[in-house]
Antibody, heavy 119, light 110 residues
C-alpha cells in the first residue's frame, strides 16, 4: 500500500527554524517527485515546490523560492520542508504529495502537518 | 505565476449536473494537457479526481468528467449527490516547470 506519512504538528515562535518530514512507503521512492502544498487557515491550496528524490533536483514556486528549502534523503525514503526563520504568516497546514515523472498528477497525499507560528 | 481562476462557489440540487471552470493562460492550462482536479472535504487531505485533463484515477466515479478548450479547463459532476459537497481545485503544469492551483470552488448541494 502506498503511503506518505508526515511528521506531527508543530508550535513554534517567530524566528525559529523548523523541518517537517514526509516518509514514503509501499513504492519506489526515487520514481516519484515529492511536492509540498500549503493551505493557510480557511484558504486554498498553494503549490510550494517539488523534488526529484533520485537526484534531489528541485523546482520552487516564485512565491516560496528563498523562503523554504525542500530536500530528500532517498536512503530512508523521506522528503523534508524546512524554514530557517519562521514568520507568523507561515501558520498553515502543509501537505506532501507525490506524482510520477510522466505526469504531474498528485495521486497520493500525506495526512498533513499543521504548523503554528505564534509568539 | 498567478493562481488559475475558478468561481468561488457553485451550487446544484441532487441529481443535477454542474460545471466548474478553471481559466489560465497559454503558459499553463492552454499549453499543456496536464490539468488535474482535486476534491477536498473539510479537515481532509485533497483527493485526485481527474488528471491529464480528462482521465479518472481508478476508483473515482464516472460522474466526474473533465475537458479543456483553449485556456479554460472544466470539471463536470453529473447526478449530484450530497457527498459531492466539498471544495474543488484545479491545477496545471506551467511553462516554468512548476505547478499552479486554482483558487478553489465551494460546491453546495442544495
Amino acid at each position: 500500500e502506498v503511503q506518505l506519512v508526515q511528521s506531527g504538528a508543530e508550535v513554534k515562535k517567530p524566528g525559529e527554524s523548523l523541518r517537517i518530514s514526509c516518509k514514503g512507503s509501499g513504492y519506489s521512492f526515487t520514481n516519484y517527485w515529492i511536492n509540498w502544498v500549503r493551505q493557510m487557515p480557511g484558504k486554498g491550496l498553494e503549490w510550494m515546490g517539488r523534488i526529484d528524490p533520485s537526484d534531489s533536483y528541485t523546482n520552487y514556486s516564485p512565491s516560496f523560492q528563498g523562503h523554504v528549502t525542500i530536500s530528500a534523503d532517498k536512503s530512508i525514503g523521506t522528503a523534508y520542508l524546512q524554514w530557517s526563520s519562521l514568520e507568523a504568516s507561515d501558520t498553515a497546514m502543509y501537505y506532501c504529495a507525490r506524482h510520477p515523472v510522466v505526469t504531474p498528477m498528485l495521486h497520493y497525499w500525506g495526512q498533513g502537518t499543521l504548523v503554528t507560528v505564534s509568539s | 505565476q498567478s493562481a488559475l481562476t475558478q468561481p468561488a462557489s457553485v451550487s446544484g440540487s441532487p441529481g443535477q449536473s454542474i460545471t466548474i471552470s478553471c481559466t489560465g493562460t497559454s503558459s499553463d492550462v492552454g499549453g499543456y494537457n496536464f490539468v488535474s482536479w482535486y476534491q477536498q472535504h473539510p479537515g481532509k487531505a485533497p483527493k485526485l479526481i481527474i488528471y491529464d485533463v480528462s482521465d479518472r484515477p481508478s476508483g473515482v466515479s464516472n460522474r466526474f468528467s473533465g475537458s479543456k478548450s483553449g485556456n479554460t479547463a472544466s470539471l463536470t459532476i453529473s447526478g449530484l449527490q450530497a457527498e459531492d459537497e466539498a471544495d474543488y481545485y484545479c491545477s496545471s503544469f506551467t511553462s516554468s516547470s512548476t505547478l499552479v492551483f486554482g483558487g478553489g470552488t465551494k460546491l453546495t448541494v442544495l
